[in-house]
């Protein structure tokens, strides 16, 4: 599934399993909204380009357009990528600082690699730095610190034993009683055997420094800006004891040394974190009965940490602007389109009644040849630039849709903007036409998938549900070696998708010929007034369209096969 990075731009886009008209039509409107409306319009498609489509892009020396087969809001269009998120390695200092720079009182914590590894709340934090209640003195206090993190926290500077990074359960001795009674609990911790454990907090108590030393503490940290005299930093380096000086008070230092713990060992197992792609349509509800408040976003498939988003940010999530073009019916939409916002609608096939929105919205359809013929009316009557690129691209659309104006489906203003575009492009319609039409043959090098769904569409008429797909080729040289293989992959998609009728209509664009290969209601199939082969080939001659010949032909066959239905009963 591919899905929308980003919901700034307004994207124009055709229908699933685009044709020429579709991906030629997206690419031409997009560009003329971004020159006559100043929009921050972008041509998507839904579907794979086809050959030609691929051949004119190229004459063209154009882009296809982006693919993408969901626009539904994600997780990652509403997550928040200025989050900083703090490293699993990283300080309670740390996340603090992240916190009042974010406004979040949760944070995601990741690994040196970017993947995340949990969430830490403030509350959480607080909970964790509350001292401990010990019995005896309250003067020594846990913590778990690594002296070089109490070091980077006090921004202080160090002397004696060399700086420890590995992390610690230290008991925190705060010298602030009577000098006699404090070095006399140094004496005592140190027969003990816990005077390694200890970290001593002091002023420029001299002795009590000296004493900490020789009873080998194993971190000492001198408050308010005093110096260590070098007869004790030798000192401490001959018994391995460390020394940091700071200048903070022993209250400040106190709190520092406790938010130098590091974040890993406070992560707790559980929490939730977000794919990239998963709509919040789907876990909108599933989300707004947990406690957390904060949701990490992970690169689909894997654990990479993308950005984070609120509680609050599920209640009226974004949507994703769209215009349509080339299709008015959500059946033929891209993924998604119902929880869109539909702006614009440019169509040439009839309405299948089932667009809405929450506005009045701009709704152009006409019956023309081609949804690039509307298009490039625009560009004409507002006297907008077209480039030679874009002019070719709609020739494209036009010729390809109207057969070069030889549809049934063709109006004088096929005529008057083909004759038109073709100026502006430089070229030749019926040579055009004729390199357009050989560059690419399905039936000759495509695959049976690719000529099933390369050029489909589903329809709805009575409560039938129809697939048409149309094949144009120079010849039908290829159709009988290939007729069985079609009606193969018909008769599996009639079965994923439970449709009535599935059709393959394969058109030789030089005769005006039509082959086609029907599954599905033989009452329905029976009934089209077309020429019925003995092995199930239908033939369908002058017939090249499908809006205005084929589709019509069906929706009148299932209304007589209805009729003889209640006629026999």
Known sequence: MRTLKSQEPIYVIGHLNPDTDAICGAIGYADYLQRAENMNAVALRCGSVPGRVDWVLKQAGLEA?????????????????DVRAVSENDTFLSVYNAMKKSGLDSIPVISDKGDI??????????QLLMPQKVSGRNAVKKVLVSPQNVLKSLKGKSFGAPISITEEELMMFVGASELESTVTLIKEASECGTANKQIVICGDRIRLQKAAIVNKVRLIIVTG??????????????????????????????????????????????????????????????????????????????KKFLGVFTQAELVSPPTTKLVLIDHNEYSQAVRGVEEAEVKIVLDHHRLGGNVVSREPIH??????????????RKYRDSNTEITKGIAMCLCAGLISDTLNLTSPTTTDTDRRILKWLCEKAGIEADKFTQDFFASGSLMLKGSVEEIVHTDRKEFCERGKTISITQVEEVGLSNFDDRRAEIEEELNSLKKHKNYDVVLAAVTDVSTHLSMI???????????????????????AKGVVSRKKQIFPAVCDAIHRSSATVMDNA
């Not at 357009?65 to 990528?81: N, Q």
């Not at 590894?117 to 607080?126: A, S, V, Y």
């Not at 709704?363 to 490039?376: D, K, M």
């Not at 290969?517 to 033939?539: F, T, W």
């Open 65 to 81: 357009p982006e693919l993408i087969t969901d626009v539904r809001t994600t997780a990652e269009l509403i997550a928040c990528k």
């Open 117 to 126: 590894k949990g969430i830490l709340d403030f509350t959480q934090m607080m």
């Open 225 to 302: 800006g005093y110096e260590v005299s070098e007869e004790h930093q030798q000192l401490a380096k001959e018994h391995g004891v460390m020394i940091i000086t700071c200048d903070y008070d022993t209250a400040a230092t106190v709190q520092l040394l406790r938010c130098s713990r590091i974040v890993k060992s406070a992560l707790g197992a559980e929490f939730i974190c977000v794919n990239a792609t998963d709509p919040i349509s789907e876990i909108k509800q599933q989300l707004s009965s947990v406690s957390q408040d904060v949701f990490p976003v992970v690169e689909t498939g894997t």
């Open 363 to 376: 709704f152009l359809n006409e019956p023309v040849g081609s949804s690039s013929t509307l298009v490039a």
């Open 517 to 539: 290969v029907a599954v599905g209601d033989q009452r329905i199939i029976k009934e089209l007034p077309y020429e019925h082969r003995s092995d199930g080939v239908i033939i």
